[in-house]
């Protein structure tokens, strides 16, 4: 009995002195260094940018004749299609863009309505131009963009009188460029780097101006006063809008 506990003693001390040795036998374990966080892109909506727009728009203009009597001649939507450009630039701190805008647009609005004060005349008016001058708030998530916008707008306007049965217009025309204000709402997003399309409405606040009507000699003695009306005017545009941004076009997130 005791020389088989002798052996065992004597087996488990030579196995603890081979441990060591087996254990240097191992090879090397190798660490690695733990990944670097995850980097989120996000949409970067600062710089300068330039486009182009396109769509449509409707003038209320509203008559009322002020000599040679007084009285409500009535209103007519003067409607067609609008195109241009537009160039601005944007800041962008956290998710808030502020930006201004300078934009100009080619128009054919064009419109009648027969005079409610004389039924012979017909009162016609046509928006060639306008351009609109803002600033900017929005909120983006990412490279979506919703904004408002407000501020100066100016239009080029031609109004005409005209013989409701012939169409033969019976005085020269008056042509009136007149400054006023606009606000509007846009939804832009950026499809690719530096590049963003967007749809963007704008209500145009023109007021009243007054305008006199001068015969041009087939309804009356040319040279002389036809009639004076007081014209008022708002101005809604629905436009798809495309701009390149010189700026980058993401920022690193982590």
């Known amino acids: 009995m005791n020389k088989l506990l002798i052996g065992a003693i004597g087996a488990l001390a030579i196995g603890l002195s081979a441990a060591p040795a087996a254990a240097a036998d191992l090879a090397a374990r190798h660490y690695t260094k733990a990944p670097p966080p995850m980097v989120a ?22 008559w009322d004749l002020t000599f040679p009597a007084v009285g409500n001649e009535g209103c007519h939507d003067a409607t067609g299609g609008t195109a241009g450009g537009q160039i601005g630039y944007r800041m962008q701190s956290n998710a808030w863009v502020f930006g ?13 309505n027969v005079s409610l004060q004389n039924a012979f005349v017909a009162n016609d008016s046509r928006l060639d131009a306008f351009g609109l001058f803002t600033g900017q708030i929005g909120y983006a998530w990412d490279a979506a963009l919703l904004y408002v916008k407000g501020g100066a707008a100016v239009t080029s306007n031609r109004y005409q009188r005209l013989d409701t049965l012939t169409a033969v217009q019976v005085t020269d025309d008056v042509n009136n460029t007149r400054w006023g204000g606009t606000v509007g709402v ?11 399309l967007g749809f963007e409405y704008d209500h145009i ?9 001068i015969n041009n000699g087939v309804a009356g003695v040319p040279g002389t006063p036809f009639a004076t009306d007081k014209i008022s005017q708002d101005v809604d545009l629905v436009t798809a ?14």
Not at 100 to 112: F, Y
Not at 186 to 196: D, K, M, R, T, V
């Open 241 to 254: 809008r495309i701009n390149y941004r010189w700026g980058g076009p993401a920022v690193a997130r982590y």
């Open 205 to 213: 606040f023109m007021g009243d101006s007054n305008h006199t009507f």
């Open 186 to 196: 846009g939804l832009e997003y950026g499809f690719a780097p530096n590049w963003s």
């Open 100 to 112: 201004l805008e300078a934009q100009g647009n080619w128009a054919d609005l064009s419109g009648r």
């Open 41 to 62: 892109a996000i949409y970067d909506w600062s710089g300068i940018y330039i486009g182009a727009n396109g769509g449509w728009g409707s003038s209320r203009n509203c």
